[in-house]
């Protein structure tokens, strides 16, 4: 997995692709250890190219919002959908992990689909 890095003074924004799953977390721990120590006010992480999301990338996420705000900067997750929004709303998360309201109702994964509105 490469991500795909912007930097402005003020924002990080990395884009991850495909399946965010402990390979993927462990190739993208230099990554997420330079975002947390980079001088900026906010990091955005775009999930819109990852399909799937296990365990791994939970805490990898985790692991990049702990130091983030052990520094007062904040973490948004954009682009989330699918099984990774489910995963992450079944486990409490969006809130506490920046997503938006509307992203966080847009939709839910249930039984190999996505439906509007939740369950």
């Known amino acids: 997995m490469i991500p795909s890095v912007t930097t402005t003074p003020d924002e990080a924004r990395l884009r ?3 399946t965010l799953n402990a ?13 947390a120590a980079a001088p900026v ?9 990852v399909m799937s999301m296990d365990g791994s990338g939970v805490g990898a996420i985790a692991f990049l919002f702990k130091r983030l705000t ?7 997750l954009n682009g989330v959908g699918g099984q990774p929004l489910a995963m992450l709303q079944d ?23 996505a439906v509007a509105g939740g369950i």
């Not at 390979?23 to 975002?35: K, M, P, V």
């Not at 052990?70 to 948004?76: E, H, I, N, S």
């Not at 809130?95 to 689909?113: D, I, N, P, T, Y």
């Open 16 to 18: 991850l692709p495909g």
């Open 41 to 49: 006010k906010r990091v955005v992480l775009d999930l819109s190219g």
């Open 70 to 76: 052990a520094r007062g900067v904040k973490l948004a």
């Open 23 to 35: 390979d993927a977390a462990a190739s993208l721990r230099a990554a997420f250890e330079g975002l």
């Open 91 to 113: 486990l409490g998360l969006t809130r506490v992990l920046g997503l938006a309201e509307s992203q966080r109702r847009s939709r839910r994964w249930f039984g190999g689909m």
